[in-house]
């Protein structure tokens, strides 16, 4: 309904599939974003690092530890080094020999699917200029003014409005942790903040309540709250009014979704 959130255009609940369906397949890798794309999300969520030779690649962590049979920084190893490792053993053999998936790679692997991507700029801070490099990418596959077939979000503020600066035309969302936000919440200061750039407030859903939801569709923007793991915290979440959610599991969103 419309009637208690002034001129917000109430669209379609938004299923994002959180580094694709994550809780079906290895994250971050083609085959979560299949499932994302075979589960009929709306959007898949990836996070965006470099390589050492300059590639934007897939990678949560900021080492390669975790998601693959190889050891080191994302940072520190080149891109022939990455393609080299096994990101899907870890999570089942039935992914065994998964690749690291490059930007570039999946954005032409998902085009004209109708999937819609979130991407995240995972620690900007470690990679100078990514935003410019992020910017030129979507450009290049012109994905640079398609309506909100892409946006881009970061845990960095800074970040997220050097992004805005370079390419006004992409959404951007800004993420909101909850140690960081736990002791104050977020404050009207913070929403007239990010207001002055962001479409989207994202914050973990700990922080979430009806409250917050209104307090961000009075200041004209969406919300997209994570991660979403469970139905208790589906409904919830569905209950309090936010625009759609980010989730492992993208059949949570399924029953919002056809209301
Ligand atoms: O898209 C929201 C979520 O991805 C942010 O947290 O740690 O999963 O990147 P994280
Ligand atoms: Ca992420």
Redesign the pocket.
Known sequence: SESESGNIQHSKFLN?A??GASGHAPENTLAAFDKAVEMKADYF?L?VQRSKDGHLVLM?DTTVDRTTDGTGAVKDLTLTELKALDAGSWFSDKYAGEKIPTLEETLDRYRGTGIKI?I?L?SPSLYPGIEQQVADMLAEKNLDNRGDKIIV?S?DHDSVQRFHRQMPSVPVGV?VSYTAYKETGVTDDDLDSFAGYADYV?PNKALVDAELVRRVHQHGMKILP??VRDREAADRLFEAGVDGF?TDYPELGYTHHHK
């Open positions: 994002v959180h580094r969520e996070d949560h979130l995240e995972k979000q845990f993420l994202n994570y991660t980010i």
